[in-house]
């Protein structure tokens, strides 16, 4: 059973850094790719979610959206069952809720490839 737990988020200003865990309960977290999206607050539906990273169950290869490339890392530690997400160099435009999300079949960026979900950490970045 994939149980994922958000931590992390918090109000920053621009130009700081946040670093996100999602952790894993169940014990097939060495298999699952993971990733991260988020949604804004004009976004009401879990369809509407942006992607922002994924990352391989080895860790061996990462994908980023063009909007955070260069100033955010996605990487995981499967001794402890968690992927990250660490932020840099934070924008006022990436403030929303932010997902971690598994599945077994390999990284992507579409929201219906993810079958397990977290319930979201909020990330505030003001100016």
């Known amino acids: 059973q994939v149980t994922l737990v958000e931590s992390g988020g918090g109000s920053v200003r621009t130009g700081d850094s946040l670093r996100l865990s999602c952790t894993d309960s169940g014990a097939t977290f060495s298999t699952l790719a993971m990733a991260w999206f988020r949604q804004t607050p004009g976004a009401n539906t879990k369809n509407e979610r942006e992607?922002?990273?994924?990352?391989?169950?080895?860790?061996?290869?990462?994908y980023y959206a063009d909007s955070v490339k260069g100033r955010f890392t996605i990487s995981r530690d499967n001794t402890k069952n968690t992927v990250y997400l660490q932020m840099d160099n934070l924008k006022p435009e990436d403030t929303a809720v932010y997902y971690c999300?598994?599945?077994?079949?390999?990284?992507?960026?579409?929201?219906?490839?993810?079958?397990?979900w977290g319930q979201g950490t909020q990330v505030t970045v003001s100016s």
């Open positions: 999300a598994a599945d077994k079949l390999g990284p992507s960026t579409v929201v219906a490839a993810f079958d397990h």
């Open positions: 992607f922002v990273a994924t990352i391989t169950n080895n860790g061996g290869w990462t």
